[in-house]
């Protein structure tokens, strides 16, 4: 059996010693923290949906649905004044 080395932080199972990602639900396991930055290698405004994806390891194009989503279920203005909020406190890569 190969060694336990940590827990994972979104399934709670255990982890083999050595993996970057847990082999149950792909989460990145190892590695240093990655700090929040906006992305521009697939920005499409700001950077801001393509940093928050890296960050929390989803998919880009879902980040911006919800983000998207989120905008308009509040009334829009209140999702576009986060957004630049959020592009302005960011800072890019």
Do not use: H, W
Not at 22 to 32: F, I, M, T
Not at 74 to 91: E, K, M, N, Q, S
């Amino acid at each position: 059996m190969a060694a336990v080395a940590q827990r994972c932080q979104r399934c709670l199972r255990d982890v083999p010693a050595g993996a970057r990602f847990c082999p149950v639900c792909g989460a990145r396991v190892a590695g240093e923290p990655r700090p929040l930055r906006r992305r521009r290698e697939n920005e499409k405004l700001a950077g801001v949906c393509s940093g928050l994806a890296e960050y929390f390891d989803l998919d880009v194009t879902l980040v911006r649905v919800v983000v998207a989503v989120a905008a308009f279920v509040t009334g829009i203005i209140p999702g576009v004044i986060l957004y630049v909020v959020l592009a302005l406190l960011i800072p890019a890569s």
